[in-house]
């Protein structure tokens, strides 16, 4: 109770207060809000395409959230559906501080636990109404279950074996992993038993996880939606979530995000920050305790999934969080132990590794305490005054923490780090990103839109702006159109229309607007910084003239 209650000073700050994000987060919000408006739980839809990219369950938890919540499809609020991610955070904090528990000792898994709720990666994933922090949950739910039977298998004297509810537990969080988010949980998981099967040299062990009618029992709690909507889709749905967002991922680099091997290892300093630090600092200690089943089984966990993504071509850094909470278990434990330090017994490369670790760790913490006096002035906004104090605590904190750390205080240290990440955190999404207006052009556009609205269902046709943001906050019938459409959409409903347009398409609309003899006027325009695409755009919203 003591770890959830501190852990919500992480995830909290922002949740409420954060617009809908780009362009993940407000697709799967708004194919919800649609699913939620048509009442089909099978085929899902953004607009009029068809959403087969991932499976349903997401979906059913986040209307499940509106409706334990009292939300309404009418008038969504991004929080609801972000819902099932807080609550996934939660469970995934827990179920991690258990592991630690089972692997070293309580106060090792509390620490895990907070290691984990202080990551910027995961704190970025729990704000956001996605699968990522779901699938999580449901994998270390998984982890948990093989952990019992790894260890009664390790330990058979101070463990008693694990009975059928764990395997329940296993299977169970494998079938709802696979309905959130297809054969992901399979990777981490299967990966994991398989290395530690290996490493053994035995994998009779598995076999207390009933795994024949384990799979069984997946296969139900998964298959009855898989079998409707590959009727309902004519088998689209394994078309587009199997072969183009599937394999066209593991093939090739996929929408541009592709990366060069070391991507995931590059991007562990910002992803885990400060806590990349004693884990890094520690890396070498452990590798020389590989033969205790404890380490064994993070390394089993760890090392060859991410080699694996290392190697797939296609790079995301949220790709890699069922890993984080390995390492956060890894970090606890080096800093428990005192093994994060960097000493002059060491050979001269790893002192060198150490070193690089620690400038990373630091100028990452500079840039993070900074970004509040730095982020404002490239967006042409004014500084909050608190920005101030909180970059000076932030960046001694994080000094103080990680110096500290290196010279083998990792106890005193770690107080110092939590602290930076906690005031970093409450800074960032607390104060900073939702008051920075500009990052939100949706927001400005939909409050503009309610401000001048005579009727009660304002409609919008957008030419050149065409986030899925601006359909969550506007509604299902928002069109993205080309600007002779935009102009078109004026002709009728005075008050009840508007098209916004981009710099880029105002020539258009306007020659449009005077072939079409419809009149237009101009309610505002807004210069606003599109973060999906990097950069400024200048929206202009029009209504009918007179």
Known sequence: ????????????PGFFSLPPIDRDESRFAQSTRQMMQSGDLI????????????????????????????????????????????????AAILLTAWMGRLLFSPPVGFLAGLVLAAAPLFGIEIRQATTDAVLLALVLA???????????????????????????????????????????I???????????ALLENRGRWLLRLYSLPGALLAALLAAPWFFAIMAKSGGAFVQQSI???????????QEGHAGLPGYYAATLFLGLWPFALPVGLAMFRLARRRGEPEIRFCIAWLIPAWLILEMIPTKLPHYALPLYSGLALLTAYSISQNLSSISSSMPIWQRSLGYLNLGATIFIGLVIAGIGLWLPRFLGQPIDPLAWPYAFVIAAAML???????????????????????????????????????????????????AYATCPAPRLASAGFNEPSLVFMLGTETQMTDPGQAAASLADHAGCRFALVTEEARAAFDAAS?????????????????????????????????
């Not at 085929?43 to 409706?67: E, S, T």
């Not at 296993?170 to 988010?181: E, M, S, Y």
């Not at 072969?243 to 680099?253: C, M, V």
């Open 243 to 253: 072969k183009h967002d599937f394999f066209d991922k593991i093939l090739g680099a």
């Open 43 to 90: 085929d899902i839809h953004f607009q009029d395409v068809p959403r087969y990219k991932k499976p349903v369950g997401i979906y059913w938890l986040q209307a499940a959230a509106n409706w334990v919540t009292g939300g309404s499809s009418d008038e969504p609020s991004i929080w609801r559906f972000r819902l099932p991610s807080l609550a996934a955070a939660l």
């Open 400 to 450: 103080i923490g990680s110096l500290m750390t290196a010279r083998g205080r990792a106890l005193q240290g770690v107080v110092c780090l939590l602290v930076a990440s906690q005031l970093a955190t409450l800074s960032v999404y607390g104060r900073l990103l939702p008051n920075l207006d500009v990052l939100w052009p949706s927001r400005i556009v939909a409050e503009a839109i309610r």
């Open 186 to 196: 399979l990777f981490f998981v299967g990966l994991t038993a398989l290395a530690l």
């Open 142 to 184: 998984a982890m948990v279950a093989l952990l019992r039977v790894y260890l009664a298998e390790m330990r058979p004297a101070g463990s008693s074996p694990p009975g059928l509810g764990n395997a329940l537990m296993f299977w169970i969080a494998i079938g709802a992993g696979i309905l959130v988010k297809g054969p992901m």
């Open 514 to 546: 005077a072939k079409a003899a419809v009149s237009t006027e101009i309610l505002a325009q807004f210069d606003a910084f599109n973060y999906s695409k990097g950069d400024w755009q200048r929206l202009t919203l029009y209504a009918p003239g007179p």
């Open 1 to 12: 109770m003591l770890l959830a209650v501190v852990a919500l000073l992480w995830l909290l």
